[in-house]
């Protein structure tokens, strides 16, 4: 009986690898009310994520004896991009939508590109965040995903 549950696990998981991958190579195409309704899904519970960073960070703020040496605010704002690429990842994970391929691409690429650029200069970019995640933020507006921004 153990073998047999154990062959059946191999056959589910390798029939969900052809289904997660679209069956090829590229990404999994949904509908685009279907992925509007995911990435709305993801950047809420991404915004929920961050609200609770943040008042994480800011109690461990408000207990720290002395000022915020500058080590302290690029650790932080790094914690703030691995929230940030874990949602990336996230919404990777949706798909694309039929007809809208080419703008899913260039939102997962954009905010790649913000949070590379943040973690080479964490302190360097952290008075320029509308500067830096403008690309992936216009991107959002247009698929009503304001939880996701920046």
Same mark, same amino acid.
């Given at each position: 009986?153990?073998? *047999? %549950?154990? %062959?059946?696990?191999?056959?589910? $998981?390798?029939?969900?690898?052809? =289904?997660?991958?679209?069956?090829?190579?590229?990404?999994?195409?949904?509908?685009?009310?279907?992925? +509007? #309704?995911? =990435?709305?899904? =993801?950047?809420?519970?991404?915004?929920?994520?961050? !609200? &609770? /960073?943040?008042?994480?960070?800011?109690?461990?703020?408000?207990?720290?004896?002395? +000022?915020? &040496?500058?080590?302290? !605010?690029?650790?932080? /704002?790094?914690?703030? %991009?691995?929230?940030?690429? @874990?949602?990336?990842?996230?919404?990777?994970?949706?798909?694309?939508?039929?007809? *809208? @391929? @080419?703008?899913?691409?260039?939102?997962?690429?954009?905010?790649?590109? #913000?949070?590379?650029?943040?973690?080479?200069?964490?302190?360097?970019?952290?008075? $320029?965040? !509308?500067?830096?995640?403008?690309?992936?933020?216009?991107?959002? +507006? +247009?698929?009503?995903?304001?939880?996701?921004?920046?």
């Amino acid at each position: 009986m153990g073998k *047999g %549950i154990f %062959i059946a696990a191999v056959v589910l $998981a390798m029939l969900f690898a052809v =289904v997660g991958c679209g069956g090829g190579g590229g990404e999994t195409t949904v509908s685009a009310s279907e992925y +509007k #309704s995911q =990435v709305t899904l =993801v950047c809420n519970q991404a915004e929920q994520k961050l !609200q &609770e /960073l943040i008042t994480r960070l800011k109690n461990e703020y408000q207990e720290r004896p002395e +000022k915020a &040496e500058a080590r302290y !605010q690029a650790e932080n /704002l790094l914690k703030l %991009i691995g929230l940030y690429e @874990e949602t990336t990842e996230e919404l990777a994970d949706v798909g694309v939508p039929e007809g *809208g @391929e @080419e703008e899913a691409e260039d939102l997962i690429h954009a905010r790649e590109e #913000s949070a590379a650029e943040v973690q080479a200069s964490p302190l360097g970019t952290r008075d $320029a965040f !509308q500067v830096v995640f403008r690309d992936a933020n216009d991107i959002l +507006k +247009k698929l009503e995903a304001n939880g996701c921004m920046l």
